[in-house]
């Protein structure tokens, strides 16, 4: 049995041995159940990559965000410049025209 998971295989026996399994099917289901269970749970490994693989996402996320900000950023200046620029134009006509 791996150190993965504390399983009872000396309950498991006897519970089947009681239900009417002979002692080698529940020996053979016993091997299966700890086989099934050890392939089936992360190992601290497998955790620890999972957790650079989502740092990692995360970093890439953040640059994205920070060069759409970036973009935005540029647009809104540019949108409100222009917007300033046609403030400016209106201001100056009404001046004139009174």
């Not at 957790?51 to 949108?79: C, S, T």
């Amino acid at each position: 049995m791996s150190d993965a998971i504390a399983f009872d295989t000396h309950r498991f026996l006897k519970r089947l041995t009681e239900s009417g399994f002979t002692r080698k099917q529940a020996e053979t289901l016993a091997d299966e159940q700890v086989a099934l269970l050890n392939a089936n749970l992360a190992t601290k490994s497998d955790i620890a990559a999972l957790k650079a693989e989502f740092k990692a996402d995360i970093a890439a996320l953040k640059a994205e965000f920070k060069a759409d900000i970036a973009v935005l950023k540029a647009e809104l200046i540019k949108w409100m410049f222009g917007a300033l620029i046609a403030q400016t134009g209106i201001v100056v006509a009404l001046i004139k025209l009174l």
